[in-house]
């Protein structure tokens, strides 16, 4: 069974920085698409930032130049480091991965991490 666990939200001043981290147990990285969503109540949940097995990245408009995406494939743990951080990036953060055959579809999910950004 594949578990995803992520830690480091939490509370932070406009400007201010965050890193989330999200392990995976069950099943190796390297052979998996990894992104993290998020999402505030009453709006959809959007896709902030995607890195595919061959560490190709991608990332959401609003994020880009200040959010980068990375995996430790020794550490089975996927990153997000937040920088220059806004009080509009407040919401539930979640990681997902799928398997490669899943064609865009998120399989496994983590079970979220508050980011709060006060201005």
């Known amino acids: 069974e594949v578990q995803l666990v992520e830690s480091g939200g939490g509370s932070v001043a406009a400007g201010g920085s965050l890193r989330l981290s999200c392990t995976v147990s069950?099943?190796?990285?390297?052979?998996?698409?990894l992104a993290w969503f998020r999402q505030v109540p009453g709006k959809e949940r959007e896709v902030v930032a995607s890195i595919n097995t061959h560490g190709t990245t991608s990332y959401a408009d609003s994020v880009k130049g200040r959010f980068t995406i990375s995996r430790d494939n020794a550490k089975n743990t996927l990153y997000l480091q937040m920088n220059s951080l806004k009080p509009e990036d407040t919401a539930m953060y979640s990681c997902?991965?799928?398997?490669?055959?899943?064609?865009?579809?998120?399989?496994?999910w983590g079970q979220g991490s508050q980011v709060t950004v006060s201005s």
């Open positions: 069950g099943s190796t990285i390297s052979g998996l698409r």
């Open positions: 997902a991965a799928g398997e490669i055959y899943d064609f865009g579809y998120w399989r496994y």
